[in-house]
């Protein structure tokens, strides 16, 4: 077992001193768990990666920051390797719930900052909402609406569900508005919803102006509830 001591010898010194670097802990090195460390650590971030299996941690021991054998469920475990330390510590055990869970509960117990726990079905999303995790994310249930959205809908190209009332979604831009400025269209009044970008051709207009007229062929990322969206969504 490594001491929290160890944690700290790594990583890039610049970056630990960087006030707003944020510090990640991902238990379960499963293919949600790697690939999310291995997404942290292409953005920079120190990633504390913990699994119990030793050919998962040798695997992985020199893709993170640091990479530690330890079974989650051990508080004393979780307390000596320092993961009060971290701001963010995603548990993403998938295939024992019941180990999920109790590292769940024992990281809410001593006081982690931020939980991001896995579940699989809406009845775990529920237990572990009631255990006290700050996120529940459902890696297969969100992937497959995801692509459900984009394979059902001839306007919807991508879409990220922000809460069960809210998404962020690009869609093409309905006829019924080109070459209407997004005043005229009167998108925000009628629909309640907020274009935050636009792409056309190879630009991306950010935040665009009330006065941006659209065109045919652009694309809008918007952001509002799920209704307003359909509602745009069967316009023509
Ligand atoms: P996917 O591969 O789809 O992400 P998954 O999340 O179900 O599937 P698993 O195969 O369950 O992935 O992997 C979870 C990882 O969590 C495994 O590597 C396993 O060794 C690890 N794990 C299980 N229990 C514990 C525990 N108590 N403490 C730390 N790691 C654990």
């Known amino acids: ?57 040798q695997e992985f021991s020199n893709e993170f920051t640091h990479v530690v054998q330890a079974d989650a469920t051990d508080e004393n475990a979780l307390r000596e390797l320092g993961i009060l330390n971290f701001d963010v510590v995603v548990v993403a055990i998938g295939e024992d719930m019941q180990a999920n869970v109790l590292t769940t509960l024992q990281l809410k117990e001593i006081g982690a900052p931020y939980i991001v726990t896995t579940a699989r079905d809406a009845l775990q999303i529920k237990l572990l909402e009631k255990i006290g995790a700050d996120r529940v994310v459902s890696p297969e249930r969100d992937m497959a609406r ?83 969206i359909n509602s745009l969504e069967e316009l023509k």
């Open 146 to 228: 995801r692509v459900a959205y984009n394979l059902a809908s001839t306007s919807v190209m991508d879409y990220i569900e922000l809460s069960p009332q809210f998404s962020i979604v690009e869609i093409a831009v309905p006829a019924a508005f080109q070459d209407k400025t997004l005043m005229e269209s009167d998108i925000r009044a009628k629909y309640g919803i907020n274009v935050v970008a636009i792409k056309r051709h190879d630009d991306l207009i950010i935040s665009p102006r009330p006065t941006e007229r659209l065109q045919k062929g652009d694309v809008a990322i918007v952001v509002g509830s799920n209704d307003g």
């Open 1 to 57: 077992m490594y001491t929290a001591s160890f944690l700290y010898m790594g990583g890039d010194p610049d970056v630990k001193n960087k006030r707003d670097v944020r510090q990640f802990a991902i238990i379960g090195l499963g293919r949600f768990g790697s690939n999310m460390a291995k997404a942290l650590t292409k953005m920079g971030y120190e990633v504390l990666a913990i699994d119990k299996n030793m050919e998962r941690v």
